[in-house]
């Protein structure tokens, strides 16, 4: 899901409309969306796009009476840089045959949350867990903990056991914090034809990069001593994901008649070649004998090399031009997130088990942008919202849609323009810090708003 959902930031007016240009196009932003739309610059054209992101989340950990814990962060990055030059053909049934090359933001990964709470089960108990079963001990998770101390082999049954077995019912203090940075960032080009302004094809082909960071920080702490020995510990996990992708895009918009244009779009899978790069670490302190021991483990470093091919992505949606008044846009885009494909060269056994997985848990999802535009002078005034349904085939305790709004303003002259539009998401989910099949499971409700605000600056030449 990371590298298959996009928000496609783009420029700062694409945004303010909530995405919803793929039918009107005239817009650098649908170089990555329906490039068909770039066909209706007149003028060749320059964009920069800085972005602002504010990140606020909410946690709650639903296991025991907890309370609800807030966090917020912040950081700066480009929505978006582009060219597009607009030229003739020598055919005059063809009106401009324009050329589009430049960049635009698909995921932003740049947030930090803390889950905090108190409640039974512990980590250990995964660990114990995945030592007692055919996983046995490895170097990241049950044999980490096993080096740090966290259990003991019982010599007689030959089953591992920990200072939890003791006392399954303990309620314990635990906190993780999550930061992650980075995105998906696609370098786009485009070439789209303007056929009698009746008709206009665009084609695309977009190499996006991947760039994704982790860091998790896990603890627990015994604060009521109702754990024999155990007294806290901690397990941190660092995780690198770097790779290169290919997709191609088609795009069709027509012109009805002066009011009305429609538009559709079909996107090829994006095909990448990811690399990981991962390691973990445990600090476990216990007592024994009245003496405090901690016992200190750390993984080796692990690099896994992959395939994922994304699913094939579909949208339509229609325009109302009102003069030069304004317009009004709507667009529809359907995704199969279950036909996610992951491609191990040398673990097929894995690979049909993870892409299983994949079409177990995950499904089809729609995306609704609806959004306008009033000109008043050099003046623009505009607003949006989008409804995403979550791509999940469990979605008990989720929203049926997750909402996003936008506004925004511009000003534009004949040479130059430059916009301004902020955009609020809010997203439900739920999360897990480590799951086990017998022990108390950790569930924490996590609400998540953004806020982004982009500003661009244009030039028309």
């Known amino acids: ?70 966090e917020t962060a912040s950081s700066l990055s480009l929505a978006s840089l582009g060219l597009v030059f607009s030229g003739t053909s020598r ?3 063809w009106v401009n045959v324009n050329f589009a090359m430049g960049f635009n933001r698909l995921a932003d990964f740049n947030r930090e949350t803390v889950y905090r709470g108190m409640s039974q089960g512990s980590i250990v108990n995964r660990f114990t867990e995945l030592a007692n079963s055919d996983f046995g001990l490895d170097e990241f998770e049950s044999g980490l903990a096993n080096d740090a101390g966290a259990f003991l082999i019982d010599n007689g049954t030959g089953f591992y056991f920990s200072d939890f077995d003791d006392a399954p019912g303990a309620v314990i203090e635990r906190e993780q914090t999550i930061t992650t940075s980075g995105g998906v960032n696609e370098l786009s ?35 009521n ?13 660092n995780l690198t994901t770097t790779g290169i992708g290919f997709n191609a895009k088609l795009g069709i918009i027509y012109r009805v008649n002066q009011m009305v244009r429609v538009g559709a779009a079909i996107h090829t899978p994006t095909w990448f070649n990811l690399e990981d790069n991962f390691s973990t670490s445990m600090l476990y302190s216990y007592s024994e004998g009245g003496q405090g021991n901690i016992g200190s483990a750390s993984s080796p470093d692990g690099n896994f090399s992959y395939k994922l091919a994304t ?20 667009e529809l885009e359907w995704v199969n997130f279950a036909n996610n494909k992951l491609g191990f060269s040398s673990f097929s056994e894995d690979e049909d088990i993870a892409n299983r997985d ?20 050099q003046f623009r005034f505009r607003g949006g919202v989008s409804l995403r349904q ?47 099949a017998t022990y108390p499971e950790q569930v924490f409700n996590n609400t998540t708003n953004y806020t982004r605000i982009l500003l661009t600056l244009g030039f028309r030449f």
Do not use: C, H
Request: aromatic fraction near 14%; avoid cysteine.
């Open 1 to 70: 899901m990371r590298y298959s959902q996009y928000d496609y930031f783009g420029t700062a007016r694409s945004a303010a409309v909530a995405g919803s240009l793929g039918p009107l196009g005239a817009d650098f932003s649908v170089i990555s969306t329906n490039p068909a739309g770039i066909a209706w610059m007149r003028r060749s054209q320059f964009v920069i796009t800085p972005m602002f992101n504010l990140y606020t989340g909410n946690t709650q950990l639903t296991n025991g009476n907890n309370s609800e814990i807030s």
């Open 91 to 93: 055919n005059p049934n």
């Open 189 to 223: 080009f485009a070439v789209s034809g303007n056929y009698d302004n009746r008709l206009l094809i665009g084609l695309g082909l977009g190499l996006p990069f991947v760039n994704y960071l982790e860091q998790k920080s896990y603890f627990e702490s015994d604060v």
């Open 225 to 237: 001593n109702e754990v024999p020995a155990f007294e806290d510990l901690q397990y941190d996990e």
């Open 311 to 330: 699913p094939w992505r579909m949208s339509g949606g229609v325009g109302f031009i009102f003069g030069r008044n304004g317009f009004i846009s709507g």
């Open 358 to 377: 994949i079409s177990e848990e995950l499904a089809s999802s729609i995306n609704l942008k609806v959004g306008g535009e009033y000109a008043f002078r």
């Open 390 to 436: 979550p791509p999940y085939s469990n979605t008990d305790g989720l929203p049926a849609f997750n909402t996003q709004l936008s506004l925004g303003l511009g000003y534009s002259m004949e040479s130059f323009f430059l916009d301004l539009a902020a955009r609020r998401s809010m997203t439900e989910e739920i999360y897990r810090p480590y799951l086990t």
